[in-house]
């Protein structure tokens, strides 16, 4: 009862040499192949979790994130968040993302995503003036500063990431030594330059035939809650 949940959670992931044991560099880079998933394990990489041919998600049960691994570079995520607001406490943001790509080692021990174009995310913002919408995944690159895997006792194997400025995220569990996956290439085109939103007042069927998000939308909503969706889907 000393400490919530989270704060546990924080705890367990910043010490867990006490409890395990981390694998050297060059069994971590070979273990890391595989699909991986954190807390409850709902959400997964694989055709279960998103759509890319008509840009939608099957909700897990509950939140989390998923990443999967080839041994040719390719992966995968899966991410599903609540944020609050500090400010606007019955503000909660609900984020669910998919993207894919490449990934590298980085000798200094750090790891560089390549997401490809196709990646998408659904925003659902009770505050915002559009409270749901669908966005393509913008973002370049995705820089992990540090990553480790341990061998725990009790749960086996665990990835833990650390983002761009060293923050862990939630702890990742094997779940699978094969990568469960969807195709590894770009799977819908997402540069159509017919795509041209309708006026429907459901944002959810704002976008074309072919799959694209209407460019539209980037207008409207500005460059300030773009780079502010984008961090945030970052921070899952
Ligand atoms: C989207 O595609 C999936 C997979 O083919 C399908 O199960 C689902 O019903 C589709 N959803 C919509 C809204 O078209
Ligand atoms: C919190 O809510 C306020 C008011 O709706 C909004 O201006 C602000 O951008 C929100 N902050 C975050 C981090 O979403
Ligand atoms: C680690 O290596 C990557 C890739 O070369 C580089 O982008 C990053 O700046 C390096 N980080 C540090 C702290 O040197």
Redesign the pocket.
């Known amino acids: 009862m000393l400490f919530s949940p989270v704060v546990s959670l924080l705890l367990a992931s910043l010490v867990p040499t006490v409890y395990s044991q981390q694998l050297s560099m060059s069994a971590a880079q070979a273990a890391i192949v595989g699909t991986w998933s954190s807390g409850s394990k709902h959400v997964m990489t694989g055709p279960n979790f998103a759509n890319p041919l008509n840009l939608t998600f099957n909700y897990p049960a509950t939140t989390g994130i998923s990443y999967s691994f080839t041994t040719d570079n390719n992966y995968e995520i899966a991410r599903y968040r609540f ?1 609050g ?4 406490p019955t ?1 909660i ?1 609900g984020v669910i993302g998919w993207s894919h790509g490449t990934y590298q080692f980085n000798a200094n021990g750090s790891m560089s995503l390549m997401p490809l174009r196709d990646g998408f995310q659904q925003i659902q ?1 009770p ?2 003036p559009v409270s749901n919408f669908i966005e393509d995944y913008m973002i370049t690159l995705e820089y992990y500063q540090m990553w480790q895997i341990f061998q725990d006792p009790t749960t086996g194997l665990k990835l833990h990431l650390f983002a761009y400025d060293g923050s862990p995220l939630s702890p990742m569990f094997q779940v699978s030594t094969t990568p469960n996956m969807l195709p590894t290439q770009q799977l819908r085109n997402v540069s159509n330059p017919d795509a041209s939103p309708t006026s429907s007042a459901n944002t959810n069927q704002r976008r074309s035939e072919s799959g694209a998000v209407g460019k539209s939308w980037f207008g409207a909503m500005g460059t300030s ?1 773009l780079l ?1 969706m984008a961090l ?1 889907s970052l921070m899952l």
């Open positions: 944020t607001n500090g400010s606007e503000c943001t913002d505050c915002a809650s502010v945030a």
